[in-house]
């Protein structure tokens, strides 16, 4: 028991008040780096949300910008094929009246 140090209660109570006050001050000042972490962490996790939503609108403006473009192209082969169908029926009309034309000449 020779190496153990006797402090006086006269002496612990303002060391232990001191303690108390450091210990204080370390657990508020790491409330507050938490709280700031806390916030920081929300903003990034709030931009990247909006970079996303940003990203995902862009997108869709391409696919509908798509959409628009296949319509117009439908559009326009349909157009072409009634055309091509107008003149297949026209071919055949004239085939059948070349057909009309040659039996009468044949009989």
């Known amino acids: 028991m020779e190496n153990q140090i006797a402090i006086e209660p006269e002496q612990l109570a303002p060391l ?10 370390a657990l508020s000042g790491g409330f507050a780096v938490y709280k700031l972490v806390r916030r920081w962490l929300d903003q990034r996790n709030a931009a990247r949300i909006k970079q996303a939503v940003a990203t995902n609108g862009e997108d869709l403006e391409v696919v509908l910008e798509m959409i628009a473009d296949d319509e117009e192209s439908d559009l326009k082969l349909n157009a072409r094929v009634a055309a091509l169908a107008a003149d297949v029926e026209l071919l055949r ?10 039996e009468r000449g044949d009989s």
């Open 16 to 25: 232990v008040q001191m303690l108390g006050v450091w210990g204080t001050l």
């Open 93 to 102: 009309a004239r085939v059948d009246e070349a057909i009309a034309l040659s």
